[in-house]
């Protein structure tokens, strides 16, 4: 199919493979929906009903749902998921990728580019096999901990607070004053500084959970 395609519905499932151009519209508050083999744009906007994206490649690529679970996977452009309870799963994602949920969990595993995104009450585990800065990041839980596993060879500033959890780091940071802060920190935990050469800034925020920054291969 080389040509734009927009479905709509009320209920029923929707299903959508190889779409070669022009990119897919998705509508439906209740339908479990499913994209695969998609080049170009794509806005899903689903409710209560799972969705299912896979193989897609786009400049933008919005899903937004309410309750229903989100599965992407060997996803590539300018990605941002909206949920309010339906957790999110992404696995080999690669780009922008952005997030902003309520009472959701985050887990995204294999992937590459750029990661930044809130939740409110969920974790947040992330595996990062490449880091590319696009800009300042932000990593965010209100209640939930979070867990995020770099590259070997990340470089960049670091802000890392866990009011009344701990934080873990596993890398080195050069603090303000060079003197080198390893390991953890004590409760109200708090890194900042600079790994390595330094570059944009990497902020994770937990309010009441812990963080962990891991070194990965």
């Known amino acids: 199919w080389n040509a734009a395609v927009d479905a709509r519905n009320s209920s029923g499932p929707i299903e959508i493979e190889n779409v070669k151009a022009g990119g897919v519209s998705v509508l439906c508050p209740s339908c479990p929906i499913r994209l695969a083999h998609i080049k170009g744009p794509v806005r899903c906007m689903g409710g209560s009903g799972s969705i299912l994206l896979s193989d897609v490649e786009g400049k933008n690529i919005y899903v937004e749902t309410t309750s229903g679970a989100v599965k992407a996977s060997r996803i590539q452009g300018e990605q941002l998921y909206v949920t309010k309870t339906g957790a999110l799963q992404g696995r080999e994602l690669d780009g922008s990728i952005e997030f902003q949920a309520q009472d959701a969990s985050i887990d995204i595993v294999e992937s590459k580019g750029f990661l930044s995104g809130k939740t409110v009450s969920g974790n947040i585990a992330a595996q990062m096999r490449e880091w590319r800065f696009l800009d300042k990041a932000?990593?965010?839980?209100?209640?939930?901990?979070?867990?995020?596993?770099?590259?070997?060879?990340?470089?960049?500033?670091?802000?890392?607070h866990a009011p009344v959890g701990k934080v873990d780091m596993g890398f080195g940071v050069e603090s303000l004053e060079e003197r080198p802060v390893l390991g953890t920190a004590k409760p109200p935990g708090r890194v900042t500084g600079r790994v390595r050469e330094g570059s944009e800034l990497l902020k994770i925020f937990s309010g009441?959970?812990?963080?962990q920054v891991v070194k990965g291969g």
Request: glycine share 12%; hydrophobic share 35%; proline share 4%.
């Open 208 to 211: 009441k959970g812990n963080i």
């Open 138 to 160: 932000v990593i965010e839980s209100t209640k939930g901990s979070i867990r995020l596993e770099l590259p070997s060879d990340f470089t960049g500033d670091v802000d890392l």
